[in-house]
């Protein structure tokens, strides 16, 4: 795991909701990457903007489920994990609607064999970097 997050920022949200996003996404990098694979988190503002980026070289998602990864009910288009295990699709969607509510958003890119990275932006108007 690589820290790439930079130091000193300072911005207003709620810190268990995004606090949840970040171990949600975090271990989604972990079950869907090889043991000798790479998950690195970026933290910065940017224009009054928090972002977050967790990436992994990871198995990567393939492009006909990108559309579907934020809906609930996603269970048919889970796939297993590096080890065989299971999603239940309903953390992508918390991950979501919890950014969603901090009127930011939460993108995602991926190529299947190369892995996946997944965008958080939230404005805070009185961040401080």
Known sequence: ?????????????????????????????????QEEGEISILSKIDNHELIIEIKDSGIGIEQDKLKQLFRVNTQNISTNGTRGERGSGLGLYLCYDFIKKHGGSLEVESEVGKGSLFIIKIPSPNTIQ
């Open 1 to 33: 795991m690589v820290n790439k997050c930079e130091n000193d920022i300072t911005a207003k949200f709620d810190k268990e909701m995004i606090n949840l996003v970040i171990r949600n996404l975090i271990n989604n990098a972990i079950k869907y990457t």
